[in-house]
Structure formats: C-alpha cells, structure tokens
C-alpha cells in the first residue's frame, strides 16, 4: 500500500507565498512522475505543475513564472513553491505520483494524496 499526504496548505493574502509539501510513503520501489493539482468549487480538477523522476517539469499557462515544483526522490517527496498567489489560486490541491510498488510482481499504479486547502483572500 502506498500513501501521499500533503502538507502546507493555508490562508494568505494575494500576493504572498505558500509551499506545499508531499510525501510518499510505503513499499515503494520507484516513483516516476510526480504532479500537483487542484481543483476549486465548482470546476474540474486541472493540472498545476508535473514533474518527472529525472526532473523534467511542466506547468500550466496560468502559473508559469509563479510556481516552481521540485522533488527530493530520496525522500519520495515533491514540492510547490507558489508565490504571487492570487485570489483565483484558491482550490483544494492535490498531489499524485505514478508508483512502483511492492509486493511482487511489481506494479506501477497511480496513487492521489487526500488534498490541502489553499485560500488567497484579496
């Protein structure tokens, strides 16, 4: 069994930062590409950042220069730093990671965290 919890969400004006944290844990083998999303009231969820086990990231156009997502694959955990938060950043974030996994065989599936809440107030 594999688990993400996140970390770090909160309430911050516009204009300031938050990082969010996420840690894998479990009987990990590997862990490929890793992600954060979110998904505010009402709408779908979206795709905010990816990043892959090499570190190859990729952003949505309506983050790009604000976001940066990181990874410590040593500690099965992935980041997002977010500053200039705007009030439409509020939404509830969640991170994923596409897993190896024991026990044997191996198996490779992807696995979602419970979210955090992240409110920027004007």
């Known amino acids: 069994q594999v688990q993400l919890v996140e970390s770090g969400g909160g309430l911050v004006q516009a204009g300031g930062s938050l990082r969010l944290s996420c840690v894998a844990s479990g009987r990990i083998l590997s862990i490929n590409a890793m992600g954060w999303y979110r998904q505010a009231p009402g709408k779908q969820r979206e795709l905010v950042a990816t990043i892959t086990s090499g570190g190859i990231t990729n952003y949505a156009d309506s983050v790009k220069g604000r976001f940066t997502i990181s990874r410590d694959n040593a500690k099965n955990t992935v980041y997002l730093q977010m500053n200039s938060l705007k009030p439409e950043d509020t939404a509830v974030y969640y991170c994923?990671?596409?897993?190896?996994?024991?026990?044997?065989?191996?198996?490779?599936?992807?696995?979602w965290g419970q979210g955090t809440q992240v409110s920027v107030s004007s």
């Open positions: 994923n990671g596409v897993v190896l996994s024991m026990p044997l065989p191996p198996r490779m599936d992807t696995y």
